[in-house]
């Protein structure tokens, strides 16, 4: 049973590339979410997604920053132009429920995409 | 704006050593609590998680955490360590709020055991 798959594993880019991320969910989970860890600060909440719908992008910067998750294929975090700032390592968790109080969801994460922004 | 503290940042033990480590979360609602594990070149696992219920909660690996809700505290306990322990151990909260599926992490403790 392969988990949670998340590649590339590390990405390079100059400073105003783009970087794609890739995320393809354990098999029958159906609910994606996106996480960043900037260096010495915890994991924080980036956007939630359903099968071609987003649900939360709460935790997303306004600007630069998209996801998706198409019918077929692995959800996308894609940031346009990036700096400086976006390095970090991005977390992919997927989940056959819903998570949420009351709620049995558990997030199963992948090993991360470490973007480094030169 | 609600938060998740984790008090030790490193913690260095000798093995056979009993370990808690620190967990409070700054909010009044109902929340769901989770602990995290992830070993050198490993994915995030989960040790264990209270939703509701005995506030005791045993997790994998011989891990226990105890939701203690006057202290808005959950830590994280094991009452003899092993060097395999070695890993970064990660608090977590889901909020009843409007992202009621957002686990907030805190900044993590890093855990070495030394033989």
């Known amino acids: 049973n392969a988990g949670v798959m998340q590649n590339p594993r590390h990405l390079v880019r100059r400073r105003g590339q783009e970087a794609r991320l890739r995320c393809s969910p354990m098999?029958?989970?159906?609910?994606v979410y996106w996480y960043r860890q900037l260096p010495e600060e915890g994991l924080k909440f980036m956007v939630y997604l359903q099968k071609e719908n987003i649900i939360d992008e709460s935790g997303m910067p306004k600007e630069r920053f998209s996801a998706e998750f198409p019918k077929e294929g692995p959800s996308i975090l894609r940031i346009q132009q990036v700096v400086r700032g976006d390095s970090a390592a991005y977390f992919c968790?997927?989940?056959?429920?819903?998570?949420?109080?009351?709620?049995?969801?558990?997030?199963?994460f992948g090993p991360g995409t470490r973007l480094t922004v030169l | 704006a609600q938060s998740v503290s984790q008090h030790n940042h490193h913690v260095i033990l000798s093995e056979a050593a009993s370990l808690e480590l620190g967990c409070n979360y700054s909010?009044?609602?109902?929340?769901?609590l989770f602990w995290y594990v992830q070993y050198p070149g490993q994915h995030l696992q989960l040790l264990l998680k209270?939703?509701?219920?005995?506030?005791l909660v045993k997790g994998i690996k011989g891990f226990e955490a105890e939701f203690i809700k006057s202290k808005f505290s959950f830590n994280l306990r094991k009452p003899s360590v092993q060097w395999s322990d070695t890993a970064e151990y990660f608090c977590a909260v889901i909020l009843n709020s409007n992202s009621g599926y957002a686990l907030n992490f805190g900044k993590g403790t890093s855990l070495l055991v030394t033989p």
């Open positions: 968790a997927s989940s056959r429920e819903p998570s949420g109080t009351g709620l049995s969801g558990e997030q199963f």
């Open positions: 098999k029958g989970h159906s609910h």
């Open positions: 209270y939703f509701s219920g005995d506030p």
């Open positions: 909010y009044g609602g109902t929340v769901n």
